[in-house]
C-alpha cells in the first residue's frame, strides 16, 4: 500500500462521512427543526474526517523516508555499504529511484542489490503510516456522525474547523520569515565554524577556491565580503541609482502634472511593462547588446581596461529596470500632497515648475526617499543582470568600465554546479545570503515606516 | 508713511526676469517630457532588438537532398518501421553516415558536415511515414545544420557561404516554419533544440505556485482583514508580510535549497520544489492585493449580511469575498506572471541541468522557460543566439497576455463603490 492509497482512502472516507451526515440530518429535519442547516452537518462530518487523518499524513510523510532510509541501511545488504557518506548516499538514493520506478538501472552495482530492501521497507512503513491515517479517518468520522442531533450545532463547529485554516494560512507567512533566517543562520554559523567572522566581515581578499586535495598547498581560499558588497553597491546603489532616480522622477512629475489624461493613460502602461519585463531578458538584453558598446565607449575615450564584463552595463540596465519602480513610488507620493499647498503656491504667483521644485517635492520627499530605499533594496537583491552581465572578479574598483563582481553573483556561483554539501564554498553562499537578508530587511523596513508615516502625516 | 524698503523693479528687468523664469518653466517640461521619452524609448528598443533577433528563430533552412536509400547501408527492415519500437530502430541506425555522405556526393566535400541532428530526426520521421523510401532514390526536404542556418541567414564567412551560394543557385534552399522549435526539447545541437520541454516544466511548476499560494494567500488576507485582533502578533504577521514581498527573490532560493532540498530529501530540480519556492515568493503578493481588495468592499455590505442573520464566516465566504475576488483574482494573475518570470531561485534549487525530456510528472527533473533561456544564452554556439531570442520572445507573450488579463479583469469586473 502506498501513502497514495491511503490518501485516496481518507478522502473517500471523508465524502462518505459527509453523504452520511447529510442523509441524516435531512432525516431529522422531516421530524423536527435543526439547529443547522444539513449542509452543514456533512460538512462537520467530512472535515472531522478528512483534517485530522491529512495533517498526519503531512506530517508522516517526510518521517517515512527516514525510517525507510534507517530500516534499509540495518539490513544485512545495507550494512555492507561503504562508510564513505557521499558514496552511500548516492547508493541509497540511486536504489530509492529503481524502486519507485523512477529509473530503470543504477550506475553502483550495489544499488540493485538493495532495492528489493527498498520496496519492502517502503511498503512496511507506508502500510503503517497509510493505516493509522486510516484509522484517523473512521475515528473522526464516527465522532462527529455520533454528535449530529437536532439540537447540534454543527455550524459553529465548521466554522471554528475554518477558523483554524484561516489562522493556519496566516501563520504560513511568519514561518516563512522564520524559516528563511533559521536556515540562513544555521548554515551560516557552520560557515563561520570554519572561517572566522571578523575574516569574512572585514577581509578584502575573495577567492573561495579551496583546497581540492587535503594536502594541497597555497589555496586555502579566501572569503573577504568587502569586495562583493562594494561591487553590489556599486552596480545597485551608485550607478543603477544615478540612471533610475532622475529619470523614474521626473516621469512622475510629468505623467502627475504635465500631461494630459490621455496620455497618462497610455504612459503609465507602457512603463508599467518595463516593471514587467523578466529580469532573465535585462540580463540577455545586458550581456548581449549593452555590454559590447559599453566596451566599445570605453576605449574610444582611452580606458584601455575596460572589460567586456564592465559594471556600467550591468548598471545601466539595472537601472531601466527601477525607472517604473521609483516612478511609481513617486507618483503615489506626489499625488498624496494636498492640493491647496499647490494651490497656494501658483496663487502667489509661481510658475509650475517652481511649485513642484518648491512646494510639491519638499513635501513629497519623504515618500520619495522610501520608494528609492526600497528601489536600492531590490537592486542589491537582483540576481540575473548580474550574474549574467557582471563578472566573476571581485575587484574594488571606482572604475565603472572594470568588472566587479556582487554578492548575488557569487551566490549563484557557488551554489550552481556540484559539489558536496558541507564545503566552505557551499556554506559561504548561505552566509553572503544572510548579510544580503538582514540588509535587505533593514532598508525595507526604514522604507515600509518612513512611507506609512508620510502616508498618514496627509490623512 | 514709509513703506518696506522694497527695490522698485522697472520693467525691463521684470521682464528679463519673467523671461528668464519661464525659460526654466519651459526646460522643466521638456526635461520630464524627455525623462518618459527615454524610458518608452528604452521599451520600444528592448522589444525590437528582441523581435529583430529572435524572429529568425522560428524559421529554419531547408536544403533539397537527394538520398539513395537503396544503395545505403542503413540496414533497416521496413517491417520494423511499423511497429511501436520505430523511433528506437531508426535511432540505431547511422543516419548521420549517410546524410554526410549523401551531401559530400551532391555539393562537394565541404557540405560533408552541412547536417545536423535536426536532419537526423527528420530523416527518421519520414521513414517511418513511409518505410517504402527504403528501397529507393528519394529528394527530401531537410533542415540544414545549425552553421548553415546562421550563414543564410546573417551571411558566414569562406566555405559555408560559398555553399550556401550554391545551394541557393541550384534552388536547393528555402525557408520554412520551424516547428520543431514548439515541440521538441533541448539539445547540444543549436539547430534540433526547442522550447516544449521548459514550457511543460513551466506549465507544471506555475500549476504547484497556484494550487498553494492562491488557497494560502486568499485565506490569510481574509483572517488578517476580517478577524484579526490588532495585537502584537497579527502585527508580527503584517510585517513579516510586507517584508516577504520585498525580499530578494534568490533568498527564497536558498530557503527552498536549505529547507525542500537538504531538509525534507525532495528531489532536485523537480517543478515539485520549483513550485513550493514560487509559491512562498508570491503568497505575500497575493495577500497584499487580496487585503486591498477586502478593504475595498463597503462595510455596508457586511452590516446588511448581518442584519438578515447571517454569522461572521457567512458574511465574510457568501458576500465579501464574491465581491473582492476580481481584485484579488487580478494581484494573482500579476503574482503568478512575476513568478513565471523567475529564474534565480529555480537555479539555487538545480534547475539548471540539462534535459533533453520533457518532464512527466511533478517529481521529474524539469527545467523551465526562463531558465532556459539562461541556459542558452551561455551557449558558445553562434545558432543559440538566435534561438535565445525566440524563447525570450514566447517568454513575453506569455507575459503580456497574462497582464493583459490582469488589466481586462481589473477594467471588467472590478467595482467602484
Redo the contacts between chains.
Keep these: 500500500m502506498s501513502l497514495t492509497i491511503a490518501l485516496a482512502a481518507v478522502l473517500a472516507i471523508a465524502a462518505i462521512a459527509g453523504w452520511l451526515g447529510f442523509a441524516r440530518a435531512s432525516r431529522l429535519r422531516g421530524t423536527t427543526r435543526l439547529h443547522s442547516l444539513p449542509v452543514y452537518h456533512a460538512a462537520y462530518a467530512a472535515m472531522w474526517a478528512a483534517l485530522p487523518a491529512l495533517l498526519f499524513l503531512a506530517l508522516w510523510s517526510p518521517v517515512q523516508s527516514r525510517f525507510v532510509d534507517q530500516s534499509v541501511l540495518a539490513s544485512p545488504e545495507g550494512r555492507v555499504l561503504p562508510t564513505f557518506e557521499m558514496q552511500r548516499q548516492s547508493i541509497l538514493s540511486e536504489a530509492r529511484e529503481i524502486a519507485s520506478g523512477q529509473r530503470d538501472a543504477g550506475f553502483n552495482p550495489e544499488s540493485t542489490t538493495l532495492v528489493p530492501r527498498f520496496a519492502e521497507a517502503e511498503n512496511r512503513f507506508a502500510t503503517i503510516g497509510g493505516g493509522i491515517a486510516i484509522l484517523f479517518a473512521l475515528a473522526g468520522a464516527v465522532f462527529s456522525l455520533r454528535r449530529s442531533a437536532p439540537g447540534f450545532r454543527a455550524r459553529t463547529g465548521v466554522e471554528r474547523w475554518v477558523m483554524a485554516l484561516l489562522v493556519a494560512a496566516s501563520l504560513i507567512a511568519t514561518l516563512t520569515t522564520l524559516g528563511i533566517l533559521l536556515s540562513l543562520m544555521f548554515e551560516s554559523l557552520r560557515f563561520f565554524k570554519l572561517v572566522p567572522v571578523t575574516e569574512f566581515v572585514f577581509g578584502t581578499q575573495w577567492s573561495p577556491q579551496m583546497a581540492l586535495r587535503a594536502d594541497q598547498a597555497g589555496s586555502s581560499g579566501a572569503f573577504g565580503s568587502i569586495p562583493l558588497f562594494w561591487g553590489t553597491v556599486f552596480i545597485g546603489a551608485i550607478i543603477a541609482m544615478i540612471v533610475a532616480i532622475p529619470l523614474g522622477l521626473m516621469s512622475a512629475i510629468y505623467l502627475t502634472q504635465y500631461a494630459h489624461p490621455r496620455v497618462r493613460s497610455w504612459m503609465k502602461p507602457i512603463l508599467e511593462i518595463l516593471a514587467g519585463i523578466p529580469t532573465v531578458v535585462y540580463g540577455y538584453f545586458a550581456a548581449l547588446t549593452v555590454a559590447p558598446h559599453v566596451r566599445d565607449f570605453g576605449i574610444a575615450i582611452g580606458v584601455s581596461s575596460a572589460s567586456s564584463e564592465s559594471a556600467l552595463a550591468a548598471g545601466l540596465v539595472m537601472g531601466i529596470m527601477i525607472i517604473p519602480f521609483i516612478s511609481s513610488m513617486a507618483d503615489d507620493s506626489i499625488a498624496a500632497v494636498p492640493q491647496a499647498m499647490r494651490d497656494g503656491s501658483l496663487a502667489m504667483g509661481a510658475t509650475k515648475s517652481e511649485t513642484i521644485r518648491k512646494v510639491v517635492l519638499p513635501a513629497a520627499l519623504p515618500g520619495v526617499v522610501g520608494g528609492v530605499l526600497l528601489a536600492v533594496s531590490r537592486a542589491i537583491g537582483e540576481t540575473m543582470i548580474v550574474v549574467m552581465a557582471a563578472g566573476l572578479a571581485a575587484n574594488m574598483t571606482a572604475n565603472p568600465f572594470a568588472s566587479v563582481t556582487t554578492v548575488t553573483t557569487q551566490i549563484v556561483q557557488l551554489l550552481t554546479g556540484d559539489q558536496e554539501f558541507d564545503s566552505a564554498k557551499t556554506l559561504a553562499a548561505f552566509a553572503l545570503g544572510l548579510a544580503l537578508f538582514l540588509i535587505t530587511l533593514v532598508l525595507n523596513l526604514i522604507a515600509l515606516t518612513v512611507v506609512r508615516r508620510y502616508r498618514e502625516a496627509y490623512e | 508713511m514709509s513703506s518696506v524698503a522694497h527695490p522698485q523693479r522697472t520693467g525691463a528687468s521684470n521682464d528679463a526676469r519673467l523671461r528668464k523664469?519661464?525659460a526654466?518653466?519651459r526646460?522643466?517640461?521638456f526635461?520630464?517630457?524627455?525623462?518618459?521619452g527615454?524610458?518608452?524609448l528604452?521599451?520600444v528598443f528592448?522589444l525590437s532588438?528582441?523581435a529583430w533577433k529572435g524572429l529568425g528563430g522560428f524559421t529554419h533552412y531547408e536544403a533539397a537532398m537527394p538520398i539513395d536509400f537503396a544503395r545505403s547501408d542503413l540496414m533497416l527492415d521496413p517491417a520494423t518501421l511499423k511497429g511501436p519500437d520505430a523511433s528506437e530502430v531508426v535511432a540505431g541506425a547511422d543516419v548521420e553516415g549517410l546524410l554526410s555522405k549523401s551531401a559530400g556526393a551532391a555539393f562537394g566535400p565541404d557540405a560533408a558536415e552541412m547536417f545536423g541532428a535536426a536532419a537526423q530526426r527528420s530523416v527518421g520521421r519520414q521513414l517511418i511515414r513511409d518505410p517504402g523510401l527504403l528501397g529507393r532514390r528519394a529528394k527530401l526536404w531537410l533542415p540544414v545544420g545549425s552553421k548553415v542556418d546562421v550563414a543564410a541567414k546573417q551571411g558566414g564567412d569562406g566555405a559555408i557561404q560559398q555553399l550556401v551560394h550554391q545551394l541557393r543557385a541550384k534552388n536547393a534552399l528555402r525557408r520554412t516554419v520551424n516547428i520543431d522549435f514548439l515541440t521538441e526539447s533541448d539539445a547540444t545541437d543549436p539547430s534540433a533544440v526547442g522550447i516544449w520541454g521548459a514550457l511543460k516544466g513551466t506549465f507544471l511548476t506555475i500549476m504547484v505556485t497556484m494550487l498553494l499560494a492562491f488557497?494560502?494567500?486568499v485565506?490569510?488576507a481574509?483572517?488578517?482583514e476580517e478577524?484579526?485582533r490588532r495585537n502584537r502578533w497579527t502585527d508580527?504577521?503584517e510585517?513579516?508580510?510586507?517584508?516577504?514581498a520585498?525580499?530578494?527573490?534568490?533568498?527564497?532560493g536558498?530557503?527552498g535549497?536549505?529547507?525542500f532540498l537538504?531538509?525534507?530529501?525532495l528531489p532536485r530540480s523537480a517543478p515539485l520544489v520549483g513550485g513550493l519556492t514560487l509559491a512562498?515568493m508570491t503568497?505575500?503578493v497575493i495577500?497584499i492585493a487580496g487585503r486591498n481588495a477586502i478593504t475595498s468592499v463597503p462595510p455596508s455590505i457586511r452590516d446588511a449580511a448581518l442584519g438578515v442573520g447571517a454569522?461572521?464566516?457567512q458574511v465574510v465566504?457568501h458576500h465579501v469575498l464574491p465581491l473582492a475576488l476580481p481584485g484579488i483574482l487580478t494581484g494573482t494573475i500579476i503574482g503568478m506572471?512575476?513568478a513565471?518570470?523567475?529564474?534565480?531561485p529555480l537555479?539555487?534549487i538545480g534547475m539548471?541541468a540539462f534535459i533533453a525530456a520533457p518532464p512527466s510528472g511533478l517529481?521529474?527533473p524539469a527545467t523551465v522557460l526562463?531558465?532556459q533561456?539562461?541556459l542558452w544564452?551561455d551557449e558558445v554556439d553562434r545558432g543559440f543566439?538566435e534561438k535565445?531570442?525566440a524563447a525570450?520572445i514566447v517568454?513575453?507573450l506569455f507575459?503580456?497576455l497574462m497582464?493583459g488579463l490582469a488589466?481586462y479583469l481589473r477594467n471588467r469586473f472590478e467595482q467602484r463603490w
Design positions: 523664469r519661464y526654466a518653466e526646460r522643466f517640461h526635461a520630464g517630457l524627455f525623462a518618459v527615454l524610458s518608452a528604452f521599451l528592448l532588438n528582441m488557497p494560502i494567500g485565506l490569510s481574509v483572517y488578517l478577524f484579526a508580527a504577521i510585517v513579516s508580510i510586507n517584508n516577504l520585498a525580499v530578494p527573490s534568490i533568498i527564497f536558498l530557503l535549497l536549505a529547507v537538504n531538509f525534507m530529501d512562498l503568497m505575500p495577500v454569522s461572521k464566516m465566504f506572471a512575476r513565471l518570470g523567475e529564474t534565480a537555479l539555487m539548471r517529481t521529474n526562463p531558465v533561456i539562461f544564452s543566439v535565445t531570442s525570450i517568454l513575453l507575459m503580456l497582464n488589466i
